[in-house]
């Protein structure tokens, strides 16, 4: 059974940092491309990071230069560092496993940013 399970939400402050992890059980990563990915309520989920097989890093330009996604294949975890965080980037973020026809979603894990 293949589980991805995310950490690492809370509530951070604007312009606070928060580092995100999705640890993987059933699936090995390494031949998996690894997304991060958000969805605010009534809207469709969209990327916000996404790290290929082959170290190939992709993120959109709400977030690039501020959100970092990173993969430990030997701890079969990602990570999604986070810095200058604003009050938009408030939701849920979950990670995406993909391969091929093969996809795997975690439970989502909350993200707040108020002060």
């Known amino acids: 059974q293949v589980q991805l399970v995310e950490s690492g939400g809370g509530l951070v402050q604007p312009g606070g940092s928060l580092r995100l992890s999705c640890a993987a059980s059933?699936?090995?990563?390494?031949?998996?491309?690894m997304g991060w990915y958000r969805q605010v309520p009534g809207k469709e989920r969209e990327l916000v990071a996404l790290?290929?097989?082959?170290?190939?890093?992709d993120y959109p330009d709400s977030v690039k230069d501020r959100f970092t996604i990173s993969r430990d294949n030997a701890e079969n975890t990602v990570y999604l560092q986070m810095n200058s965080l604003k009050p938009e980037d408030t939701t849920v973020y979950y990670c995406?496993?993909?391969?091929?026809?093969?996809?795997?979603w975690g439970q989502g894990t909350q993200v707040t940013v108020s002060s």
């Open positions: 790290i290929t097989s082959d170290d190939t890093t």
């Open positions: 995406k496993a993909q391969f091929r026809y093969f996809n795997y």
């Open positions: 059933g699936i090995r990563i390494n031949g998996f491309d």
